[in-house]
Structures are given as structure tokens and as C-alpha cells.
């Protein structure tokens, strides 16, 4: 397990996402396999997402999200000092996405991928931040983003009601004075067979042993966080988890005391979109006005892995 206290204040200046236009509900998923609406949405919380065309790429989703994101942070793509993008669903195996959309953007910022799955969004925001304590970098652009529907198999009612395509971003800036971002990264000692995919597919899940790992760490992670920080839920604005599955987030809510609205919950519109998950409810937090300038707000991942991780970051 490794955490870090930076000391140098980092914050979220922009948001941004994108999902692609084309909607699958639950209803449509049952026309082609063993499954029904109810049955979807009793037990993910899932009721539709969004798939990409296939001539869609992923990177094509990042640019969209990245360019919303630089607009509200009030950069250009030539401000950019870094490009930084979680993903599991590479546009090909080199050059990494990130060139792809340094390039699609017009910037010419160093950019890089990082691969930690569902978790990948906060390991991403760790890593770009501690590497902006050096003072080697000032803006930063953090995209989360997937394209799951060209891994999954989709007679597989295990796991082709669970995942949806998009894209999130934020723009991190160094202010001094911020609150000190926080990370927390951790992984299981096994658990690796446990959620898996070549690199073209398709994703495998035994999906009773991620479901308790998701209750279980999600609880714990919180937890850590909070007495590391010494800090009370009343100090946080907001949890913004990873959307696997709605009854995790319930369970770690009711075993924490803690509210249900206490923590931003969009799985029913999008699903599961991996690394494109955290950021995707963010900027929908940021829009719907559930989080303000000066809000402190905790980011909370988990998957494959198994990988957890948890950040928490000031919103300017």
C-alpha cells in the first residue's frame, strides 16, 4: 500500500466529458439475451448506456472531454504542460492514446497512458499530481476514457449489461494555498484472475468475488482516507465512487452512517465505463451544481486488479 500527502496545493480547474450517441437500454439487451430490465436494474442499477461506432476510437472520445475540460479551466492546448490517459482500450498498442490525442488536440505536450482499469482515472490524478509537486509542471490534463464495447462479448449476460463507452476530464492546476491533494493506492495480495481481458477481448468477470471486494474496499478506503486526513465526512462536499454497481455504493453507505446523497451516483444513465467513470460523474457533479469553487471532493476507485484507489482534491 503506498499514500502520499503532497504538499503543494493541486486543484480541479475544468471539467469535461463525452458519451457517444448512440443509446442501449436494458430493453434492447433483452431482446438478444437471457435477461430483462428488472432484472439489469435490480441488481446493478443499470438502466441504459452509450455505444461507440465502430469507427470510433477512444481517443476520439478523450478529445471531446479534454477540449470541454481546457475551455472551463480557460486554457489552450498549447498551455498544456502534460497529457496523462487512463485507459484499458488503447486506440492501438503504440503510440499510446495520449500522443494520439496530444496530436488531435494540436498540443505539444509530453502525454503518456496509464492502465489500471477501472481504477486508472485515480491512479492517473496520483501520479500527475505528484508529479506537479516538482514544479516541473503547472496544467495538467487527466483523461479517463474507454471504449469497452469492442472487448465485450455480448451473448455474455455476465458482463454485456454491465459496461458503456465515454470519456471524462479534468485540467489540474498548482495553486498555492490549496488543499494538499491526497492520494491513497492500494491493490489485493490475489484477485488478479478475477476481472480479465486480452487486449481484444473479450473481458471474463467472476463477478461475485469483485462484488464483495467492491463492499469491502470501498468502506475501508473511505475510511483510511478520512483518518489520514483527520478530517469528518461534514469536511468532504461530496464522494464521487467508481459506478460498478449501485448496491456497493449503498452498502458502503449504510455501513458508514453516511447519507446515499452524500455520494454522486449516475450508473443508471452511462453504466460501467471504466477509467471514464470517475470523471464522467464529476463533471456531471460540477454541472448540476452538486460541487462548488472551494468544495473538497473524494474520488474512489476500484477493479481489476484487484486495484483500489482514492484521491482527495480541492475543486477551484
Known sequence: MQSALNLNGVTITGTGFYVPTSLLTNLELAASLDTSDEWISQRTGIRQRYIAEASTDTSDLAVVAATQALSRAQLSPEDVDLIVVATSTPDYAFPSTAMLVKQKLGSRAPAFDLSAACSGFVYALSVSSDMMKSGAYHNVLVIGADKFSKIIDWQDRNTAVLFGDGAGAVVLQSRPGAFPCFSLLGSEEGGVEALTSPVTGPITMQGREVFKFGVRIVESMLTKALETLKLSIDDIALIIPHQANIRIIESA?????????????????????????????????MEQQRVHAGDIVMLVGFGAGLAWGVQVIQIA
Open 253 to 285: 453507505a449504510g455501513k458508514m452512517n453516511i447519507p446515499l446523497d452524500k455520494f454522486f451516483v449516475n450508473i443508471e444513465n452511462y453504466g460501467n465505463t471504466s477509467a471514464a467513470s470517475i470523471p464522467i460523474a464529476l463533471a456531471e457533479a
